[in-house]
């Protein structure tokens, strides 16, 4: 399965994405994350990209590129991926397309956008902790860790995204709008898309995903069971 994951930040895709690692048996493949790593190694591609993250702008393709094409090289993403934060342009998707066409041929079989209004993103991204040794996402509110700022899996402490602070949250809203959204019309000519309310517990929205993934994602449900 070779999957897409969009929507605005905060709208759920990381989480959606790590629950699907599961449940499809192939890798979750987030830009963002993949970004964040080369920041903290301090790599010559980490420096260029915290520039840009910092002030909520998009990284530059070539920088972005590097690391996605380098990632589904590996063999753990041979058989499929859950893209998420990748593509996030029109110029970004038309590269996804002839890179999976010279490794193969091979195509997308689903692209599924999570819709989630502003507001609700705002409360979702301000209440959003991650586990700095482990990755594990909480929220304050909808998904408290047991004990305070520590990680339920690993005991590791918790902190907050430094583009997680509101004035770079907006700027991430207004670069969505314009950069982003138009994915939704490209993705809609190909009868890839299916858009998913995403307001609900993580778990409904999940099912939602399921029904939306058809067979495949009956298959792959049966799997984990
Ligand atoms: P990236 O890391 O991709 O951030 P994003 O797209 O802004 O998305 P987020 O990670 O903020 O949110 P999410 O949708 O994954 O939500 P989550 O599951 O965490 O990108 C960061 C930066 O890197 C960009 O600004 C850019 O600079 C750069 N970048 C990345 N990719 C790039 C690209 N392709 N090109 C150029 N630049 C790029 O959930 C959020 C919170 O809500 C959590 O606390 C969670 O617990 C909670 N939550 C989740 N689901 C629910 C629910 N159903 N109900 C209540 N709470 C929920």
């Not at 590097?66 to 859950?82: C, N, T, V, Y």
């Not at 860790?145 to 902190?159: A, D, F, I, Q, V």
């Not at 509101?166 to 809609?188: I, N």
């Not at 890839?192 to 929205?205: A, F």
């Amino acid at each position: 399965m070779r999957l897409v994951l969009l929507g605005p930040p905060g709208a759920g895709k990381g989480t959606q994405a790590r629950m699907l690692e599961k449940r499809l048996g192939v890798p979750q493949v987030a830009s963002g994350d993949l970004l964040r790593t080369a920041v903290r190694g301090r790599t010559t591609l980490g420096v260029e990209a915290k520039r840009y993250m910092d002030k909520g702008a998009l990284v530059p393709d070539d920088l972005v590129l590097k690391l996605i094409e380098e990632r589904l090289s590996h063999p753990d993403a041979a058989s499929g991926f859950i893209l998420d934060g990748f593509p996030r342009t029109v110029a970004q998707a038309e590269t996804l397309s002839a890179m999976l066409k010279a490794r193969g041929p091979r195509h997308l079989d689903k692209v599924i956008a999570i819709m989630v209004p502003d507001d609700e993103i705002v409360k979702r991204i301000s209440g959003r902790r991650t586990c700095k040794n482990c990755g594990a996402m909480y929220h304050l509110i909808y998904d408290p860790p047991r004990n305070h700022n520590l990680c339920n899996s690993c005991n590791g402490e918790l902190y907050q995204r430094d583009d997680d602070a509101e004035d770079t949250v907006r700027m991430r809203l207004e670069v969505y709008a314009a950069a982003t959204r138009p994915l939704l019309e490209y993705y809609g000519r190909t009868g890839l898309l299916s858009e998913i309310d995403g307001i609900g517990r993580p778990e409904e929205i999940q099912q939602r995903i399921v029904e939306a993934l058809g067979p495949a994602g009956a298959v792959a449900k049966g799997k984990s069971a």
